[in-house]
């Protein structure tokens, strides 16, 4: 799929930067040229002699060099690729993307390419949530510019959260999706769920479930990467928003359908949310409180509305409905069921009696009219790039 194209592959700042070669060695491997830049913060943490050791092309670094331009003018050096990656992409690259600077190399050529451009966040946390980088990340989404990652997770400076790059494997595989026809959700609307719901009790009690919205923040992310507008309808979680989604965020399963049904149309909907199946008959308007020597006040539990099987009956359907099965026994049996049950197209199972809710792998199986698909354990990651590519098959 890759032989014979051609990827600039921009090494920035940071310390992840050492996975940039690993990426080189996947995309080598698959046949593809790589032609490296690497700024003067990239040199901080990687050679140039490893860098072209393994790209296997000279490392392209000095704007001002007359060799360089007398041979291959920073113009012609932006053309020539079929894509265009930053990985890993700092917080100063981002910021310098989002406004149009052009101080050296790299960010000269990302002025100057017309080629589809893919970037890979690696940042600190703080800086990751920072009002600037979420606008500067608005900002290039709204131009086009594709995201991968970044990852949840341990991070250089003993910290961990959202900030981590994506890894090479994950990498790779989004620039064989761009580079598949990339945009083949272009102008399509899908709508996602994601993360728990909060049934509340009292003011400070609430009835919940263990899901972080790891993987449906991922099929979100998977499907923008494609093209598609996506909605993203989220419970309350912990984790950063994708880039380049619209997210809508609520507390209860009713506030859920709500936005969902003010959503449609879609052309598909993903309904990866864990949504709590009761909440309490009668909400108190003050806390519980504790009586010694009395029972606890009994709850009374009433159904919540079934946001999949109203969506899948619903009189402006879209056109693929998707469901998640969280099950902890006979997960392929019950999921058969219930894609019958809910009249949704597909449903996608998982066992979740070990570590799948709040982990950062996934084993699933896709059950269709068409029967039953079982996928290895993957990162929801790459989950979550294999259904969106299904999707975007179904949808073609």
């Known amino acids: 799929m890759l032989a014979d194209k051609r990827i600039l592959l921009i090494i920035s700042g940071s310390v992840s930067a050492f996975k940039a070669l690993e990426l080189m060695r996947l995309l080598r491997k698959a046949d593809a040229r790589v032609t490296p830049v690497l700024t003067e913060g990239g040199a901080r943490f990687v050679t140039p002699h490893a860098v072209q050791a393994i790209a296997g092309e000279a490392v392209h670094q000095d704007l001002w060099s007359l060799t360089t331009e007398a041979e291959i003018g920073h113009i012609r050096l932006a053309r020539l690729p079929d894509l265009v990656v930053i990985a890993p992409a700092s917080a100063d690259m981002l910021a310098k993307m989002a406004h149009g600077l052009a101080d050296d190399l790299a960010t000269t050529l990302l002025l100057a390419t017309d080629k589809p451009v893919l ?35 341990a991070m250089a400076e003993a910290e961990s959260g959202p900030g981590r790059l994506s890894e090479p494997a994950e990498i790779f595989a989004a620039i064989e999706a761009l580079l598949a026809g990339g945009m083949k959700l272009a102008g ?3 709508l996602v769920t994601s993360g728990p719901t909060h049934e509340p009790i009292d003011p400070v009690r609430y009835i919940a479930n263990r899901s972080s919205g790891k993987q449906g923040h991922a099929i979100a992310a998977a499907l ?16 950063a928003d994708p880039p380049g989604v619209n997210v809508v965020k609520v507390e209860s399963a009713r506030d859920m359908l709500a936005a969902c049904e003010a959503a449609l149309p879609a052309d598909a909907v993903i309904c990866a949310a864990a949504v709590a199946d009761w909440r309490t008959a009668h909400e108190a ?29 619903h009189a402006r359907r879209p056109g693929l409905v998707v469901g998640f099965a969280a099950e902890t026994e006979n997960v392929v049996a019950n999921a058969i069921t219930k894609r019958q049950r809910k009249g949704c197209d597909w449903i996608v199972a998982n066992d979740v009696s070990g570590d799948v809710m709040g982990g950062a792998e996934n084993a699933v199986h896709l059950v269709t009219e068409k029967g039953v698909e079982d996928w290895p354990r993957l990162p929801k990651q790459e989950v979550a790039a294999r ?6 098959e179904a949808l073609a």
């Open 387 to 392: 259904l969106a590519a299904r999707i975007a």
């Open 224 to 239: 923008a990467a494609l093209g598609a507008r996506v909605t993203l309808v989220s419970g309350p979680v912990a984790i």
């Open 119 to 153: 970037v890979a966040p690696a940042m600190n946390w703080a800086m990751w949530a920072h009002p600037a980088t979420r606008a500067n990340m608005a900002t290039l989404a709204a131009r086009g510019v594709r995201v991968i990652g970044p990852n949840d997770g």
């Open 285 to 313: 308007s003050q806390k519980m409180k504790k009586v010694p020597g009395q029972p606890p006040a009994p709850l009374e539990l009433a159904l919540n509305p079934d946001i999949l099987a109203t969506l899948s009956a």
């Open 188 to 190: 399509r609307h899908l």
